[in-house]
């Protein structure tokens, strides 16, 4: 066991080094952040209370500790949720690498002819997932100590820590079971996040109706703690005997059933292609799906949060200068308005990300050296790339909508769905032209398609600046999105948008005219 | 076939591709006969893969032109294609099809043939179930070998396609080329391992350094070892 511990450790050492300092330096770093955010209690206060709301709560977990509010408090309800999600996610990757994906690379099999018990594989990941989970503890200990946000104490650091240690030992725990009953490494990858999904729902339903129900949680049931506050212990006792549990669970089924089989039948893999795979569209749809699902989720959840604080708006903006001169200086409209229009201005660049993607992922295949065999069919080059132009376009609209509704259900109805629409699709033609620009580079540039992302960095990176402080007209000129009319705190006007239009369909008429033309990689 | 029978099926006339100073192929010219099994033997870098690519329609020639049954290769390549099947040599898959799956999408819906796919897939005995990323290189090969086969093509170009396989896998390769050949299609196939070569193909030119050093028939093949050595010692 001390050897096949000490492999392990070996195979780890690169991985888990690198999951342990990226969760413990951004619990340093976010944590050294708050004395910045806020300096006052009066201001911590009102961040708790912007927080107090359905949406908020939803997302992050229950507000606590208003009648002794401190900034580790705050940072703790803004915070541990996160890491929670995290050290989750480390857990059941780490756990599933050396279980069921060395069990179906046939790696197991070849320890087993070695002189180990035959249970050693299936227990030492989950000794070495626990000795990981707690020098994160300890780490993180020690990091809220060292930054000593104002409210910290030695027992509340104790709690947080312990709290993400336990958690993420949960997850470990879960994933050894469930790579017992999966016979695929992605088959327990995907039962296990969605494990983490549903667990987060739940938690968020339980919390907004202050129920039980968030107990059924892990996440739910470790958010109890409190921590900085009262930090309530007992949710980590049976977070462990949950974790104890499944640990026995995955030990018998390991014993019952056959190397390399499961316990749940498996499901079929596809032996032929469907159908739709064989025309060009669902042939990109295949590529591009992922993308697609991924930031179209992100949208939505970045519209759900920045839609839930509509609400406490005026609160929270008499309470930080910044935000005021931000928000406000668009004129003197109502402060939502402004605020609306500033959140369009800035996700609409995010909703450009993947139109990007699937722009130029008909570059990812030849650099991935699988143009010879799509090229080597009887298909022209422009009817393969069209169909990946044709889902960027789709995205462009749909992520604008995603962030419509999110920003509407976040705000609780208070903005309407129909005018959110139209603030957002009026980025449109910024966003076409950040995929024209994709499209042209694959075409003429395919060695330099980079620069459309350097491009795009700048963009932002004006525009955000734009936000603090001015900036030269000719560079802010120069982002297509700051030429877009700043609805509704700016009058609507046709021109720029049809220019926009314009210049992105002859982007990608040239880029395609040349992609039928050029050598491929 | 409406190209009469004297004419090659695959005409090279004086090709080169450079690619800024490196000069890939200087001048190649080849005709490669209807019904032949055409090795193309040369080390590694010597410019098979370009030359490959150029019949492809993948890249276009910087001189010279090639043809492919009377066709321009890079013009008219997808009434060409229709009619070719091709195996690469360095075979990279999507991770997350499944072997079946890529064998339809290269194949094509047009073109698929069950029957011929399930006897390619017993035959290299291989298993299309599994996410190609599962697959080593070998199996990535057969993924590649089967499609080709399995698909109704008169032309096949072959860039070192046996590179991954095992002796036994390499042998079943080597029948069913020979029973192609007996169904009178056209082989092309690249390697730069002479045996193999000089075990199955009818004709064998040599390539080094982007030309062609000699084409001969392959029954006077005792001589073709000169063109794998640096001069010889005294």
């Known amino acids: 066991m001390n050897r096949y511990l000490r492999f392990i450790t070996r195979r780890e050492r690169i991985t888990t080094s690198l999951w342990i300092l990226s969760i413990v330096s951004s619990l340093l770093f976010f944590t ?23 949406a908020m709560v939803a997302m992050m977990g229950p507000i606590y500790g208003l009648d002794s509010i401190s900034q580790a408090i705050v940072m703790s309800q803004e915070t541990l949720l996160w890491y929670l999600i995290a050290i989750a996610v480390m857990n059941i990757f780490l756990v599933n690498r050396h279980t069921r994906t060395d069990e179906e690379l046939g790696r197991v099999e070849l ?94 339903f339980g919390d907004l109706q202050e129920s039980s129900l968030t ?27 949950q974790a104890v549990v499944l640990i026995a669970l995955a030990l018998l089924f390991n014993h019952v059933r056959d190397h390399g089989a499961g316990i749940v039948p498996q499901r079929a893999s596809r032996i032929h ?64 308005d402004g605020y609306v229009a500033l959140i369009f201005a800035l996700m609409s660049m995010v909703a450009g990300i993947p139109v990007m993607l699937s722009a130029l992922r008909i570059r990812k295949e030849e650099l991935r050296g699988r143009s010879e065999l799509i090229f080597a069919r009887p298909t022209d080059r422009i009817g393969v790339y069209l169909p990946f132009l044709f889902i960027a376009f789709i995205e462009s609209i749909l992520m604008t909508l995603l962030l419509a509704l999110g920003l509407v259900l976040g705000s609780n109805n208070a903005l309407a ?60 000129a120069l982002n297509p999105f700051e030429l877009i009319p700043r609805v509704p705190i700016e009058p609507f006007k046709a021109k720029p948008l049809v220019a926009l239009t314009i210049m992105a369909a002859l982007l990608i008429a040239g880029g395609l005219y040349r992609f039928e033309k050029r050598d491929l990689a | 076939m409406w190209y009469s029978n004297a004419m090659a099926v695959i005409a090279i006339n004086d090709v080169s591709k450079h690619f800024g100073k490196t000069k890939a192929l200087n001048g190649v010219t080849l005709a490669i006969e209807e019904n032949t099994i055409h090795g193309f033997l040369g080390p590694n870098g010597a ?81 299309p179930s599994k996410k190609c990323k599962t697959y080593s290189k070998g199996n990535r090969q057969k993924v590649v070998l089967v499609a080709a086969f399995a698909s109704p093509a008169e032309v096949f170009i072959l860039d070192e ?74």
């Open chain 2, 47 to 127: 410019g098979k893969t370009t030359m490959i690519r150029i019949l492809l329609g993948i890249i276009r020639p910087t001189r010279g032109e090639a043809s492919i049954f009377g066709l321009d290769a890079y013009r008219d390549r997808i009434p060409i294609h229709a009619r070719l099947a091709y195996v690469p040599g360095e075979v990279n898959l999507w991770p997350n099809f499944t072997g079946g799956e890529v064998i339809d999408l290269l194949i094509g819906r047009e073109r698929l043939d069950r029957k011929r796919i399930d006897h390619y897939l017993d035959l290299f005995e291989l298993d």
């Open chain 1, 273 to 336: 292609a469907p159908k739709s795979l064989l025309t060009p569209l669902g042939f990109a749809w295949r590529l591009s799906r992922s993308v697609t699902i991924a930031w179209g989720s992100a949208l939505f959840i970045l519209g759900l949060s920045y839609g839930s604080v509509i609400g406490e708006l005026e609160t929270f903006v008499q309470s930080n200068k910044l935000m005021r001169t931000i928000i406000l200086q668009g004129g003197p409209d109502t402060l939502t």
């Open chain 1, 111 to 204: 320890l087993l002819a070695r002189p180990i018990a035959s249970k050693t594989p299936t227990i030492a990941p989950i000794l070495f997932a626990l000795i990981v989970n707690t020098v994160i503890s300890i780490l993180s200990i020690i990091g809220l100590l060292i930054v000593d946000l104002e409210g910290t104490t030695f027992s509340g650091a104790f709690t947080f820590a312990l709290t993400i240690g336990n958690t993420g030992f949960f997850f470990a725990a879960l994933t050894l079971l469930l790579a017992q009953l999966f016979t695929t490494s992605t088959g327990v990858l995907t039962a296990s996040l969605s494990f983490l999904g549903v667990s987060y729902i739940i938690r968020a």
């Open chain 1, 417 to 476: 769905l129909g005018e959110m629409v139209r603030h957002g699709l009026v980025y449109l033609p910024a966003i076409w032209l950040l995929g024209g620009i994709a499209t042209f580079l694959v075409g003429v540039l395919p060695s330099l398609t980079s620069i459309v992302w350097i491009l795009f960095a700048s963009f932002f990176t004006i525009s955000y600046v734009q936000q603090i402080t001015p900036v030269p007209s000719w560079l802010s």
């Open chain 1, 215 to 241: 107990l059924f949680s892990p996440f739910g049931l470790a958010l109890k703690v409190r921590a900085f506050y009262t930090n309530d212990l007992w949710p980590i006792p049976i977070l462990l005997l």
């Open chain 1, 32 to 54: 050294a952040l708050y004395p910045t955010l806020i300096s006052t209690n009066e201001e911590a206060l009102a961040l708790a209370r912007t927080m107090q709301n359905p």
């Open chain 2, 161 to 234: 396609p046996t590179s991954g396989l095992d002796p036994l896998m390499e042998q079943r390769f080597q029948q069913v080329i020979k029973a192609m050949h007996g169904e009178g299609k056209t082989i092309f196939l690249s390697s730069h391992i002479l045996s193999e070569v000089q075990r199955i193909a009818t004709a064998v030119s040599i390539i080094k350094q982007g030309r062609i050093e000699e084409t001969v028939p392959i029954d006077e093949h005792s001589n073709l070892d000169r063109f794998f050595h640096e001069s010889a010692p005294p």
